[in-house]
C-alpha cells in the first residue's frame, strides 16, 4: 500500500506563490498552515507505522487534517482572486 503525502505544496503546486506569500504576510494562515503540516506528519507516521494509535484516534485526525486544508484551500482561492482581480 502506498501512504500519500497530503502537505499543500505538494497537493496545490499551482498556488506555491500564494501559499508563501500567506504565510509570510498572514499569521492566522502561517498558524492553520504549521497546524496542518505538523497533523499531516502526524498521519503520516501512523500511517507508515512509525508510531501505533486506534483506528478512531487516526480517523480523529484525519478529519482535523482536512478541516484545516479546507480553511487553508479557501484562503489560498480568495488570496489568488484579490491578487487577479
Not at 507505522?49 to 487553508?72: F, I, M
Request: glycine share 2%; net charge negative; aromatic share 6%.
Amino acid at each position: 500500500m502506498t501512504i500519500e503525502k497530503h502537505d499543500l505544496l505538494h497537493e496545490l503546486p499551482e498556488s506555491k506563490e500564494a501559499i508563501h506569500q500567506l504565510k509570510t504576510s498572514n499569521s492566522h494562515f502561517a498558524k492553520l498552515f504549521d497546524e496542518y503540516h505538523d497533523l499531516d506528519h502526524e498521519v503520516h507516521r501512523i500511517e507508515t507505522g512509525v508510531e501505533n494509535t486506534s483506528d478512531e484516534y487516526l480517523e480523529e485526525q484525519k478529519k482535523k487534517r482536512l478541516h484545516l486544508k479546507d480553511q487553508l484551500y479557501t484562503m489560498i482561492r480568495e488570496h489568488e482572486a484579490s491578487v487577479a482581480g
